[in-house]
């Protein structure tokens, strides 16, 4: 079955510094994507950024990026230069074996302190 | 503007009620989905629908139904709310493969008492 775990229920990061947030999962399929949500309080989820299997190149928006793990099966998301606005819970998100919807992590939550 | 909209934002609701939660797009996606999200959770998929009059159960077992008889419309219901539905409800939309990604709405926190 398709899992995604996030073993990290809170992190906090000081402004302009650099956060890294875990995720590992678990699939049996070999081309996939996986994806990072932002949830801001009280705000909708939006997507932050998206890594397909098959592409050796980690994703890059901006100050976020990626560090993909293929074999690991490990997912981590980055952020340089941290800023206030993101403070927010961020999800880790795959597609489920049946290829119809998306399943997420539980989620952690990143504070921002300046 | 393009969005997914979810009405109410906040609910209060006493033990045994009807209840409707409200989902609608302005992005003509055929795709649509309900979550269920409990505090430090994930979520979790209970419905989702690939166009009018197709729904399907998700991965989690509830007891809403939802219905599909618009593109652009996707409420879901609960008959008799109990304390157990306690929870916040998402409403999400995709246009084409799942892998394309979502856009949420802003969600319902439903509180039954």
């Known amino acids: 079955a398709q899992t995604v775990t996030q073993s990290q229920p809170e992190m906090s990061v000081q402004e302009a510094e650099t956060v890294t947030l875990s995720c590992t999962y678990d699939?049996?399929?070999?081309?996939?994507?996986l994806f990072w949500y932002k949830q801001p309080p009280s705000r909708q989820m939006i997507l932050v950024i998206r890594?397909?299997?098959?592409?050796?190149q980690n994703a890059t928006e901006n100050r976020f990026s990626v560090n993909f793990q293929k074999a690991a099966k490990s997912f981590s998301l980055k952020i340089s230069d941290s800023q206030l606005g993101d403070a927010a819970m961020y999800f880790c998100?795959?597609?489920?074996?049946?290829?119809?919807?998306?399943?997420f992590g539980k989620g952690t939550t990143l504070s921002v302190s300046s | 503007e393009a969005d997914i909209y979810q009405t109410p934002r906040y609910l209060v609701i006493g033990t045994g009620k009807k209840i409707t939660l409200e989902c609608s797009q302005t992005?003509?996606?055929?795709?649509m989905y309900w979550y269920q999200q409990d505090p430090g959770m994930e979520l979790h998929l209970i419905h989702y629908?690939?166009?009018?009059?197709?729904?399907e159960k998700g991965d989690l077992s509830s007891e809403s139904t939802v219905s599909r008889i618009r593109t652009e419309h996707f409420p879901l219901t609960l008959e008799s709310a109990r304390p157990s539905h306690t929870s916040q409800y998402l409403c999400?939309?995709?246009?084409?493969?799942?892998?394309?990604?979502?856009?949420f709405g802003s969600g319902t926190r439903l509180t039954v008492v």
């Open positions: 999400a939309s995709s246009e084409g493969r799942v892998v394309d990604g979502y856009t």
């Open positions: 699939t049996s399929e070999s081309d996939y994507y």
């Open positions: 890594q397909e299997a098959y592409k050796q």
């Open positions: 998100a795959s597609e489920n074996q049946a290829g119809t919807a998306l399943i």
């Open positions: 992005m003509g996606h055929d795709k």
């Open positions: 629908s690939y166009g009018v009059n197709s729904t």
